[in-house]
């Protein structure tokens, strides 16, 4: 039986984003300006041998923003942590895990003499997973979906909508008015919002929202939306329906949690389907909407659809057949071809 391996991307490979100096004596204020100055999404405070000895991420600062005019005032070092670090030898998939179990957006990059060449993050796992997961790309979105959805009301503040991010480290917010999407709240319009000098504790947050944010459906593919984020430069979408009404968020956390839970190793079978007269298309509509199944085509021939699946394991394979496949409504036979090589 053929066993697929994901290729490897270390980070030495990739474009990284620049490392942006924290100064020692920055406050909170000085942060979001540079921050938004530059479009960083961190800060690394460096020693004089440009090695990372602390940083400061979008979440940091909004821990500071939910803390009102105080805490904009205070120094930077209060709200700083220990940088989490990676090689530049270390691969994406293995930073990713790094990255989600530290619960961390962002890593430092260093060079084999520990100085600080480079930022990757969770956007960068996201924007690559065609060549992280290759063979679960036209999965549906739906299974990532995060249904807990989190609002604000046009009454709120920033400093308000910073609390609740913070305390539910959250880096998003939607404002939902008769069931449908008002506008879209994230961190970043936070930080670009402080960054002109208005106070958090009296500035409404929908002032600085966005009112047309890009979406993604629950049809859409994986690599739909990792398309669909790169070309856009964000990093949360909300999933709505035909109605815009909103059913849940994906984020590039959420991707980068789904290239952790993906394994390394896969075995791929392919599948040809017969199905009762005119049943063709809701069984085609079925079978794409199966996390296993990676494609699904109609087809001319003794057979109606072709499909390729893919499992972790040989039990999951027949599972994948036997529990799926088989039991969907006008599915009458299947033939199973396994590659040997």
Do not use: W
Request: glycine share 4%; proline share 5%; aromatic share 4%.
């Amino acid at each position: 039986m053929a066993v697929v391996v994901t290729a490897r991307v270390p980070l030495q490979s990739l474009v990284m984003r620049r490392v942006v100096p924290l100064e020692p004596q920055s406050s909170i204020k000085d942060v979001i300006k540079k921050m938004h100055d530059e479009g960083a999404s961190c800060l690394v405070q460096l020693d004089d041998d440009h090695r990372p000895v602390a940083y400061i991420e979008e979440h940091d600062v909004i821990r500071a923003v939910a803390e009102g005019t105080d805490g904009l005032n205070r120094s930077a070092r209060n709200y700083t942590k220990r940088p989490i670090q990676a090689d530049v030898l270390t691969d994406l998939r293995e930073a990713a895990s790094l990255l989600i179990g530290r619960g961390v957006r962002d890593l430092v990059i260093v060079d084999e003499e520990g100085r600080a060449v480079g930022i990757e993050g969770v956007r960068e796992v996201a924007y690559l997973l065609p060549t992280l997961v290759p063979s679960y790309l036209n999965m549906p979105i739906s299974s990532l979906t995060r249904r807990n959805i989190v609002t604000y009301t046009e009454r709120e503040t920033l400093r308000e909508v910073a609390q609740r991010m913070a305390a539910l480290n959250i880096g998003s917010l939607l404002e939902v008015q008769d069931g449908r999407i008002q506008s879209f709240l994230t961190t970043k319009d936070i930080i670009a919002a402080i960054s002109t000098d208005v106070d958090p504790s009296t500035a409404k947050a929908r002032d600085y929202a966005s009112y047309a944010p890009i979406v993604a459906t629950p049809d859409m593919r994986i690599i739909e939306v990792s398309k669909l984020m790169r070309a856009n430069l964000v990093h949360h979408l909300p999933v709505v329906d035909s109605e815009y009404r909103p059913l849940g968020l994906i984020s590039s956390t959420d991707l980068s949690s789904f290239v952790v839970a993906t394994p390394t190793t896969f075995l791929r079978a392919h599948v040809l389907v017969k199905t009762v007269t005119g049943e063709e298309d809701a069984v085609l509509a079925q079978l794409r909407s199966l996390p296993d199944v990676t494609r699904a085509e109609a087809i001319v021939g003794p057979y109606d659809i072709y499909v390729e699946v893919i499992a972790a394991s040989r039990a999951d394979l027949g599972t994948s057949l036997m529990a799926s496949i088989r039991k969907i409504k006008g599915v009458i036979d299947t033939v199973t071809c396994i590659p040997v090589a």
